[in-house]
Structures are given as structure tokens and as C-alpha cells.
């Protein structure tokens, strides 16, 4: 009788074990969450406002995207190796010239986004 939701909510929990396995996370991987999502709305266990906040700790993902940036830029000045500022910033610093550089189109989860 409710095949639909069985199916769905099978999906669902097929796609959150993707996501905790960072496959959401590889570059060809935004499909996940959005069918995430999607399943989620269809379900009825989210709002798609629930997924309009930013998250408030992107510090992994950053720190993931800086290491592999760092690894492909160098200082514009002396071509010398970057370090990230911080932890969690998008900001490398030359450790010799003393420049900061901003790094990469790392994107928060916009809020124009277009449907
Ligand atoms: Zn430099």
C-alpha cells in the first residue's frame, strides 16, 4: 500500500549514508544532497526552508578545499609554498612575503539560489 514511501524513505537512508561517507562531498557528488532533499520534502520529514540556513560550521569542508588549494598555489610574489591563515579561513598567507591571499570560490550555500 505504501510502496511509494518505502521506496522513499529506502532512498533516503541510502543517500544519508552517501553523504556521511563524504561521497556528497566529491565533486560530482551534489546530486546526493539534492536528491537528499528532494526525498526529504517528498516525504514530508523536511521543509524545504530547512534547508535555505547556512550551516554554521563550514570549517571542514574549508580546511579540506584549502589542502587541497595549497597544494596547487603558490605565493604570486616569490612562487613560495602558502599556509592557511586558520583553521576554517579561506585567507593563505606567504610565509616569507608576508601577503594573504584569498583563496578559491568556495561557496557557502547561497541564498539567491535560483530554482
Ligand atoms: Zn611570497
Given at each position: ?93 606567504c610565509p616569507k612575503c608576508n601577503k594573504v ?15
Open positions: 500500500m505504501n510502496d511509494d514511501k518505502d521506496f522513499l524513505y529506502r532512498q533516503l537512508d541510502g543517500l544519508g549514508q552517501m553523504i556521511a561517507d563524504g561521497l556528497a562531498d566529491e565533486p560530482d557528488g551534489k546530486w546526493i544532497r539534492q536528491q537528499y532533499r528532494e526525498t526529504a520534502i517528498a516525504l514530508g520529514i523536511a521543509k524545504p526552508s530547512d534547508f535555505r540556513k547556512p550551516r554554521t560550521n563550514h570549517s571542514k569542508q574549508i580546511n579540506t578545499f584549502m589542502q587541497d588549494r595549497l597544494k596547487n598555489v603558490t605565493c604570486s610574489y616569490c612562487n613560495g609554498a602558502l599556509e592557511q591563515t586558520r583553521s576554517g579561513a579561506l585567507r593563505a598567507k591571499f584569498i583563496l578559491g570560490k568556495y561557496r557557502k550555500t547561497s541564498k539567491t539560489r535560483k530554482r
